[in-house]
């Protein structure tokens, strides 16, 4: 019976972890992710993988184990490259310090311009 309801809670967890894994691939974002909760899901699995070898249960359970720890980690590698993704377009987006330092001196010229006349 504590094998069945094992099972129950790891088709529960699973069925939500490819929804994840889905949305941060259609959103290509990282909004609402937290790195260190799937870090510490990931341990999770593994240390519940690690508890079915070492008390000899190798059934069932362990391919979900498998299975849910399988998809967190593309959920985890989805998030970096989102992430990478992000910084990128961060990176576009925002002028360069040259471009910034070069606009200064513009309009200081602008300024000084203006009080001499």
């Known amino acids: 019976m504590t094998q069945v309801l094992e099972c129950v809670m790891l088709i529960c967890f699973g069925l939500s972890w490819p929804i994840s894994v889905y949305k941060s691939i259609a959103s290509r974002s990282t909004q609402g992710k937290s ?3 799937i870090v510490a899901i990931i341990l999770g699995y593994i240390a519940g993988i690690t508890a079915k070898i070492i008390s000899g249960t190798l059934n069932y359970v362990l391919a979900l184990y ?3 720890l399988a998809v967190v980690s593309v959920d985890l590698v989805i998030y970096f490259v989102n ?4 910084r990128k377009a961060d990176l576009k987006q925002a002028p360069s310090q ?10 200081k010229g602008v300024q000084q311009y203006e009080y001499a006349n």
């Open 35 to 37: 790195v260190v909760f």
């Open 66 to 68: 498998v299975f849910n």
């Open 83 to 86: 992430r990478h993704r992000e």
């Open 98 to 107: 040259t471009q910034t330092n070069e606009r200064i001196n513009l309009n």
